[in-house]
């Protein structure tokens, strides 16, 4: 079976740091890969997707970036956090083809001081 | 561009109720639908998916339906139990933005035992 793992579970961090988050799929090949933020009361808001080694797309203009290194493995990160990089960052995967499901990770709530 | 609504924002129910959760989107070209639980500080979990030729489908105690030319989808829960608590997400997928899902901001759902 596929499993998604996303780390860490929480993080907070000082305004101008660098901020790295990683996810990992395990029990499948080429997996479409998804990095969302959730703010509070609010929908999820897609951030970056992946359909296979370094190929990323952005979907809102930030001050994140994301990078897929492996077939299995999606980064997220910051050279310098501002405030309103807080909350809750989810990851996600599904097989190729549009009529996949898709699959989330834990999370990683992010806290900005 | 895709919206998609879910109304109510809360609910709370006696347990051992039959209750139906409603989300509607604006442009009916979708892929599918898919319907995802959220305990709270948690990632999502998916429960049903279905595809734009489908009507419905259905997982143990849990039913949803889809009227695509409408615009509307429900999630029927039978027979409520405390451990159903949670929110309650739906997302379209798009015909013409294949790698984007468009979600709802969810439901509430508590279960009074």
């Known amino acids: 079976s596929q499993t998604i793992h996303q780390w860490p579970a929480t993080l907070v961090q000082p305004v101008g740091s660098p901020l790295s988050l990683e996810c990992t799929v395990e029990?499948?090949?080429?997996?479409?890969l998804y990095w969302y933020r959730q703010a509070a009361g609010r929908g999820l808001q897609l951030l970056f997707y992946?359909?296979?080694?370094?190929?990323i797309s952005s979907e809102v203009p930030q001050n994140l970036s994301a990078s897929r290194p492996q077939d299995r493995q999606f980064i997220l990160s910051s050279k310098k956090l501002l405030l309103s990089d807080s909350g809750f960052y989810l990851c996600?995967?599904?097989?190729?083809?549009?009529?996949?499901?898709?699959?989330f990770g834990d999370g990683t709530r992010l806290s900005i001081l | 561009k895709q919206e998609v609504t879910q109304i109510p924002a809360a609910l709370s129910v006696p347990e051992g109720e039959n209750l139906v959760l409603n989300c509607s989107f604006t442009?009916?070209?979708?892929?599918?639908l898919q319907w995802f639980r959220q305990d709270p500080g948690k990632g999502l979990t998916s429960l049903l998916l279905?595809?734009?030729?489908?009507r419905e489908q259905t997982s143990g105690r849990l039913n949803a339906s889809l009227d695509k030319s409408s615009g509307r989808s429900t999630l029927y829960i039978a027979a409520s139990q405390p451990g159903d608590s949670a929110t309650y997400l739906c997302?379209?997928?798009?015909?013409?933005?294949?790698?984007?899902?468009?979600f709802g901001t969810g439901t509430s759902l508590t279960v009074i035992p």
């Open positions: 996600a995967w599904s097989r190729a083809g549009a009529r996949q499901p898709q699959h």
């Open positions: 997302a379209v997928r798009p015909l013409n933005t294949g790698n984007q899902f468009y």
């Open positions: 442009d009916s070209a979708i892929y599918n």
């Open positions: 279905i595809q734009s030729s489908q």
């Open positions: 992946s359909v296979g080694i370094g190929q």
């Open positions: 029990g499948t090949s080429n997996p479409n």
